[in-house]
């Protein structure tokens, strides 16, 4: 079925720190991909996306690419700061019908001064 | 308010007793979502609404769950006869075009069972 895969957790770095967390999917047809974010005591919010193969998604200093032929939307920063701790979840939506959103299990990022 | 927001915040329940969940969307927002979050896990879709369109139920876990949405913008989700498994958090989401993934969570309910 469906499904998305994201590196476990958690990830610790140092601040300034490059940051690359793994996701790669499988579906049916051709995806959407998202990635969202989860900062402590918040709500889910969209942090960026990209709706075909090689179109790069980009928000506040991370970055991710669609590459169909390795199913693989990996985020990346090239140098993270104390304020990106936070959950990141990769999520893909399937556009068959209906608009269903399927959603990694998270990867929780710990950034260090 | 500005976002989307979850009644009760917290809820803890006997086993066997019905809950009923609350989602205030994003006012003009046509698509909205229901996912839950079990400790360690993902969120796990369960039913979305789109505009008047029949709602995808596809990923309700059994017939003890059921949402509706009233008038195209106050949703319940409703468990019945609870069970100790249905202990999560459940997240309400909505966006303001069809087609379009969420864009904007609640807060979530946070549901225990005894």
């Known amino acids: 079925g469906d499904s998305v895969t994201q590196m476990e957790g958690p990830v610790t770095l140092s601040e300034e720190a490059f940051l690359t967390i793994n996701c790669t999917y499988t579906?049916?047809?051709?995806?959407?991909l998202f990635w969202y974010v989860q900062y402590p005591g918040e709500g889910l919010q969209l942090l960026l996306k990209?709706?075909?193969?090689?179109d790069k998604g980009s928000n506040k200093g991370f970055e991710a690419t669609y590459r169909k032929e390795t199913t693989s939307f990996h985020l990346e920063k090239g140098s993270v700061q104390v304020s990106d701790s936070a959950v990141y979840f990769c999520?893909?939506?399937?556009?068959?019908?209906?608009?269903?959103?399927?959603f990694g299990a998270g990867t929780r990022l710990f950034v260090k001064a | 308010g500005a976002g989307v927001s979850q009644s009760p915040s917290n809820k803890v329940t006997e086993k066997g007793k019905d809950v009923e969940l609350r989602c205030d969307p994003i006012?003009?927002?046509?698509?909205l979502y229901w996912y839950r979050q079990s400790l360690g896990q993902g969120l796990e879709f369960l039913i979305y609404?789109?505009?008047?369109?029949?709602?995808?139920k596809s990923g309700l876990p059994s017939d003890r769950f059921s949402a509706e949405r009233t008038g195209g913008s106050v949703s319940t989700l409703t468990i019945q006869r609870t069970q100790q498994e249905d202990s999560a958090v459940y997240l309400c989401?909505?966006?303001?075009?069809?087609?379009?993934?969420?864009?904007?969570f609640g807060d979530g309910t946070r549901l225990s069972i005894l």
């Open positions: 006012s003009g927002h046509t698509a």
């Open positions: 609404f789109q505009g008047n369109s029949a709602p995808d």
């Open positions: 990209a709706t075909k193969a090689d």
């Open positions: 989401a909505s966006s303001p075009r069809q087609g379009g993934q969420p864009q904007h």
């Open positions: 999520a893909l939506t399937l556009n068959t019908g209906g608009f269903k959103t399927i």
């Open positions: 579906a049916t047809g051709y995806p959407s």
